[in-house]
């Protein structure tokens, strides 16, 4: 569930992007990932763990602060 | 001698892996696989009995997964007590930060079944600075002559520290104008110039990134590493996570690494991952993303609240209230072993 590089760093920055997103009600929106990453799936993983968070309880917990602009 | 090195990728540590040990006649042996597995959690030691390892390299990410399939380390304490690890002097360890909970792990395995004064030594460095920032000298003496057989006891370790600055690096904290903030303080970690020799001067035919890269953000004071942390009053560097990761929450900054810290000190967690969610009212809290060491993995991603609270408990406890978790998902490790897979 925790995505790594292959030298085994944790990237943060793709969870953290993937809860903003969840913020704003857009769980499949596509997170930026880099090549050395070591397991693919486990974006797929958290993206879905996410989403079961918050059904289940973060939906009234977390709201964004600023609304994204609709392009 | 003989060095082990286990590292999955190879090219930035290259210098340390094979042409540092061969300025001193070392012979490496690269052990290309996974630390479990194949067959077993115990392939490390048993590569280490067998070639009669004396230093060994490999990145906490590594024992970790070893700690998740043994965890009361039996395939260790096994080939230990039959005094096949005696060879083994020191276990670096490197390519992220390493939580006090797993140093000491394995420093108390090392006093108990390797080399007389065998230490684990967390070091940092980077493909830029080409040799170790910090980390604690085990021959301290080479410094003065290269051929010096003199071996003083080395500096001793701190858990979750980093080590000493090395000769050639002149390593601070500063805050976010550049200015060097005191001992203990949390800031970014800059160096200054000329780095040490094994240090890049630029990047290849690109002068322009090498100065927007490293050398912009403090106006050409400081080196930039992009890296977060602090310096105790005795010179021990700890490096927390990179400046990037570090959450405000209410005008106080967290690193996302003691957090993770924090977190990790639950016998149920083998794993956290803490990230910034925003509030409303505080700016960002903490959120994390923990994966357990427990035989069992719940389903659900929402821990119950037994583990939620105690968790909840060590970072209140550990950080302060401030720092409480806004949330928290759990799941299974990415896991480098086959039945994970």
């Given at each position: 569930?925790?995505?790594?590089?292959?030298?085994?760093?944790?990237?943060?920055?793709?969870?953290?992007?993937?809860?903003?997103?969840?913020t704003?009600?857009?769980?499949?929106?596509q997170?930026?990932?880099?090549?050395?990453?070591?397991?693919?799936?486990?974006v797929?993983?958290?993206?879905?763990?996410?989403?079961?968070?918050?059904?289940?309880?973060?939906?009234d917990?977390?709201k964004?602060?600023?609304?994204?602009?609709?392009? | 001698?003989?060095?082990?090195?286990?590292?999955?990728?190879l090219t930035?540590?290259l210098?340390?892996?094979?042409y540092a040990?061969?300025?001193?006649?070392?012979?490496?042996?690269l052990?290309?696989?996974k630390?479990v597995?194949?067959?077993?959690?115990?392939?490390?030691?048993?590569?280490?009995?067998?070639?009669?390892?004396?230093t060994?390299f490999?990145?906490p990410?590594?024992?970790?997964?070893?700690?998740?399939?043994?965890?009361?380390?039996?395939?260790?304490?096994r080939r230990?007590?039959?005094?096949?690890?005696?060879?083994?002097r020191?276990l670096?360890?490197?390519?992220?930060?390493?939580?006090?909970?797993?140093?000491?792990?394995?420093?108390?395995?090392?006093?108990?079944?390797?080399?007389?004064?065998?230490m684990?030594?967390?070091?940092?460095?980077?493909?830029?600075?080409?040799?170790?920032?910090s980390?604690?000298?085990?021959?301290?003496a080479?410094?003065?002559?290269?051929?010096s057989?003199?071996?003083?006891?080395?500096?001793?370790?701190?858990?979750?520290?980093a080590?000493?600055?090395?000769p050639?690096?002149?390593v601070?904290?500063?805050?976010?104008?550049?200015k060097?903030?005191?001992?203990?303080?949390?800031?970014?970690?800059v160096?200054?110039?000329?780095?040490?020799?094994?240090?890049?001067?630029?990047?290849?035919?690109?002068?322009?990134?090498?100065?927007?890269?490293?050398?912009?953000?403090f106006?050409?004071?400081?080196?930039?590493?992009?890296?977060?942390?602090?310096?105790?009053?005795?010179?021990?560097i700890s490096?927390?996570s990179?400046?990037?990761d570090v959450?405000?929450?209410?005008?106080h900054?967290?690193s996302?690494g003691?957090?993770?810290?924090?977190?990790?000190?639950?016998p149920?967690?083998?794993?956290?991952?803490?990230?910034g969610?925003?509030?409303?009212?505080k700016?960002h809290?903490?959120f994390?993303?923990?994966?357990?060491?427990t035989?069992?993995?719940?389903?659900?991603?929402?821990?119950?609240?037994k583990?939620?609270?105690?968790?909840?408990?060590?970072?209140?406890?550990?950080?302060g209230?401030?720092?409480?978790?806004?949330g928290?998902i759990?799941?299974k490790?990415?896991?480098l072993?086959?039945?994970?897979?």
């Open positions: 569930m925790i995505p790594k590089t292959r030298s085994g760093k944790t990237l943060r920055r793709v969870l953290r992007d993937l809860i903003e997103n969840a704003h009600d857009e769980f499949d929106k997170v930026a990932v880099p090549s050395t990453i070591e397991d693919q799936e486990a797929t993983v958290a993206r879905e763990k996410v989403r079961e968070y918050f059904k289940v309880k973060g939906k917990l977390h964004a602060t600023e609304a994204r602009a609709k392009l | 001698m003989r060095d082990l090195n286990v590292k999955q990728s930035s540590y210098r340390l892996a094979v040990p061969l300025l001193v006649g070392a012979t490496t042996v052990f290309e696989g630390p597995g194949t067959p077993d959690a115990g392939t490390f030691w048993r590569i280490v009995d067998e070639y009669k390892v004396t060994m490999t990145a990410t590594a024992l970790r997964a070893i700690r998740r399939d043994d965890g009361d380390n039996e395939f260790f304490e230990g007590r039959q005094g096949a690890l005696k060879t083994l020191a670096f360890l490197a390519g992220e930060r390493s939580e006090p909970s797993i140093v000491e792990m394995y420093q108390k395995l090392l006093a108990k079944h390797c080399a007389p004064g065998a684990v030594v967390d070091n940092w460095w980077s493909s830029e600075s080409g040799s170790p920032i980390g604690i000298a085990l021959s301290a080479a410094g003065f002559d290269f051929s057989q003199d071996r003083p006891t080395p500096l001793s370790i701190k858990p979750g520290s080590g000493k600055a090395m050639g690096f002149d601070r904290v500063v805050d976010d104008e550049g060097e903030v005191k001992r203990g303080v949390m800031g970014n970690i160096m200054g110039i000329p780095l040490a020799p094994t240090a890049f001067t630029t990047l290849w035919e690109d002068e322009e990134r090498f100065y927007k890269g490293y050398m912009k953000r106006d050409g004071k400081w080196v930039d590493t992009g890296d977060a942390g602090m310096i105790d009053n005795s010179g021990y490096i927390m990179r400046a990037d959450i405000n929450v209410a005008a900054r967290f996302t003691a957090i993770e810290q924090a977190i990790t000190t639950h149920s967690v083998a794993e956290a991952a803490v990230v969610i925003p509030d409303a009212l700016g809290l903490p994390a993303f923990i994966t357990l060491s035989h069992e993995h719940p389903e659900g991603a929402v821990p119950d609240d583990l939620a609270n105690e968790v909840q408990k060590l970072v209140r406890e550990q950080i209230a401030i720092a409480s978790l806004g928290m759990q799941g490790a990415s896991c072993c086959t039945d994970c897979m």
